[in-house]
């Protein structure tokens, strides 16, 4: 099996994921407030010392602070005249937001109550969730070609699920996402970048044929 077609069925698997969880919450499905009281005990107990450790951290999945790390990357990829890889991942990260902000506005999911940090917008599905994991996702392909030994590869797998998961972890438990919210997020978040990772070679080819000439 092709990389890109186990990148079409991880996606695929994913988007079914996503949509299982939208359709819950739109249909009101008594299961999914199960799964969100669960996940918020997950969070707890809170402490002042951790309020105020993960205020700090879920700052990292502002979109203002990914924006910049992602534009950062840009030029640093074009710098090192990776320009295909610059222009690539840069769309990959903003037009995910489009897709975010489109979800976001047809779901309109309102957020908890009791927020222990002050936050508008609607809840469903975590977008400092899906831009975290759509930049680290970035940051893995990018490495991932350059390391050689499995332990390598194993590490960045671990750091990089540890920090989609720490930021999953403050968005439920400062009560500004629901833990569907967050899964959703994650979920979306991987069908996004996996489907258009294994789409990008057929946009590659389809990009660089010459344009056919029309009959005068």
Known sequence: ????????????????????????????????????????????????????????LTTLGEPAVLGGATIALMLYLWWRQRIGDSMWYGAVNFIGGLLLFAVKHAVLRPRPSHQLVSIGGYSFPSGHTFGMTVFVLTVVALLWPHLQHRW????????AAIII???????????????????????????????????????RKWLSEPIATYPD
Not at 152 to 159: N, P
Not at 166 to 194: E, K, N, P, Q
């Open 1 to 56: 099996m092709t990389n890109s077609k186990r990148l079409l069925i991880g996606g695929s698997v994913c988007w079914l994921g996503f949509l299982i969880f939208m359709l819950a919450y739109l249909h009101g499905r008594a299961w999914l407030k199960s799964y969100d009281t669960f996940g918020y005990q997950l969070t707890q107990p809170a402490t002042p010392a951790k309020t105020a450790f993960l205020r700090g």
């Open 165 to 203: 998961l720490a930021i999953m972890d403050s968005r439920v438990y400062l009560r500004v996402h629901y833990a569907s919210d967050v899964t959703a997020g994650l979920l979306l978040a991987a069908s996004w970048f996996m489907l258009a990772t294994a789409l990008r070679p057929h946009l």
């Open 152 to 159: 390598e590869r194993w590490l960045l797998a671990l750091l």
